[in-house]
């Protein structure tokens, strides 16, 4: 495996959920904003989450409402359904997982987000055999660590980002939060770089991991930047771009 302090992971600015921009009419998680990313030589970092016939497909929310304006969840959607559900009322539609690789062609690194609510396994498969012949650079990140225990123990070549932060404002139980928190739980999931909420940098948790790259999420601002660049050495950002 390279080096990770001299890969993508450190070297490459990433545009969260593509560069995207809602006045432009450029959604988040769309093909045009993977586009306009590559455009300017970022990264991209999306998310992945299943529909209802198990497809891979490119979104973040639960609920389709933020996104498309329409009632449901994602998960109650079949493949053949996405044609129908433009993004921010813009031509985009959702993206399945492979069209979005097929669009970045390894023009760029990726860092794909794996959301699964379920038991591991089923829908990781259903990714991995997408990622298995792409030819580009990438990684997966997940908050969730059993969702990158898996891919350690069925694709340990492929780079891993724990995510993290205080979730603060998410609906877990405390003994949970204080686990994750503390990246209690990376004996499971060897992580080979950590990827830490913005706001909650810096931190004694993250210290114990000097030998690891650690990514700042989600940076909105130069003055933000400028504060936790500091304390990290790479940044996944939206709302602007970086003067580095």
């Known amino acids: 495996m390279e080096d990770i302090f001299n890969s993508f992971i450190v070297n490459t600015l990433i545009a969260h959920r593509g560069l995207h921009n809602k ?19 970022y990264g991209v970092e999306f998310d992945v989450q299943a529909l209802d ?9 639960s609920k ?12 109650n959607l079949n493949k053949e359904d996405l044609k129908n559900y433009n993004l921010l ?10 069209e979005a690789l097929a669009l970045v062609n390894a023009r760029t690194p990726i860092i794909i987000e794996v959301k699964n609510g379920f038991r591991p396994g089923a829908f990781e498969k259903k990714v991995l055999e997408l990622l298995k012949n792409y030819k580009g650079q990438f990684a997966i990140v ?14 340990p070549n492929i780079l891993r980002g724990q995510n993290s932060s205080f979730f603060e404002d998410e ?19 060897s992580p080979n770089f950590i990827s ?9 948790y993250v210290k114990r991991f000097k030998h690891l790259p650690l990514l700042a999420w989600t ?12 304390y990290c050495d790479n940044v996944i950002f939206e709302g602007f771009e970086p003067k580095v």
């Open 196 to 204: 830490y909420e913005s706001k909650n940098l810096p931190n004694r």
């Open 23 to 41: 006045e432009l009419g450029i959604p988040e998680n769309s093909l045009l904003a993977f586009e306009k990313a590559i455009e300017k030589g």
């Open 142 to 155: 997940s908050f969730n660590p059993y969702i990158l225990n898996w891919f350690r123990n069925n694709a």
């Open 171 to 189: 609906k877990l139980s405390p003994f949970k939060k204080l686990l994750l928190k503390r990246l209690k739980l990376t004996y499971l999931t």
């Open 64 to 75: 389709l409402s933020r996104m498309t304006g329409k009632d449901g969840y994602i998960h």
């Open 89 to 98: 009322n813009t031509s985009q539609i959702i993206p399945t997982l492979e």
């Open 219 to 230: 940076v909105t601002c130069q003055e933000e930047y400028l504060r936790v660049i500091k």
């Open 53 to 61: 016939d198990g497809t891979p497909v490119v979104f973040h929310d």
